[in-house]
């Protein structure tokens, strides 16, 4: 199961957060966000290497996008707003790996995400928040147990260091945040140490 922790914006806390062996880490560039990593020092991030770096945006321009992922030295981004399948497909065809995050209420569409097949590498199934993540909130995992797609998935959304993650169809692995913090943006490497060895 791949562990992606998101939400990084502290240098010291990046190196720590890396020598657990993550997956993935996300750096959120959107400004609304207590997350927020636009002040983070690009070399905090860039010494990164083979695609663990996720820039997370929310309704950015292709080019904003790309200028970040070129600063940042980052190969994927997480895509947490509006963005069309097109966009996403714009963004793919130039090299980077397209995570389109997808907020879950209480059930799915299952045909309007499938108009994103051919377009992402993944989808990251995440609680529906007019902030577009971080709540700490989840949604019912039953609705993804009859998951229709071939895209793999990241299971997003209030996860807790003492949960058991089901054996859902098509997960690929979880994306651990807000539950994980003493503070916004600051991981607690313990709990996060607790759930990587569980």
């Not at 020598?19 to 880490?25: Q, T």
């Not at 905090?44 to 997370?56: E, I, M, P, T």
């Amino acid at each position: 199961m791949k562990i992606k922790v998101c939400g990084l914006r502290d240098p010291q806390n990046i190196c720590d957060v890396l020598s657990l062996g993550p997956d993935y880490v996300g750096f959120i560039f959107y400004a609304r966000s207590p997350r927020n990593a636009l002040l983070l020092p690009p070399e905090s991030v860039a010494a990164l290497h083979g695609g663990k770096g996720v820039g997370v945006f929310v309704d950015s321009p292709a080019a904003y996008i790309h200028d970040i992922c070129s600063l940042y030295r980052l190969s994927a981004v997480q895509l947490h707003g509006s963005e069309s399948p097109s966009f996403c497909s714009e963004l793919s065809a130039s090299g980077l790996t397209v995570f389109k995050a997808v907020g879950i209420s209480e059930s799915v569409d299952w045909h309007e995400v499938a108009a994103y097949e051919g377009c992402v590498d993944m989808f990251v199934f995440d609680t529906l928040s007019s902030s577009h993540g971080g709540t700490g909130r989840k949604f019912d995992w039953s609705v993804l147990s009859r998951y229709p797609l071939s895209v793999p998935y990241l299971l997003s959304g209030g996860i807790a260091p003492d949960d058991d993650i089901p054996d859902l169809s098509g997960l690929a692995g979880v994306d651990l945040n807000s539950r994980f913090e003493d503070a916004p943006g600051m991981k607690n490497i313990e709990k996060l140490r607790k759930f990587f060895e569980k």
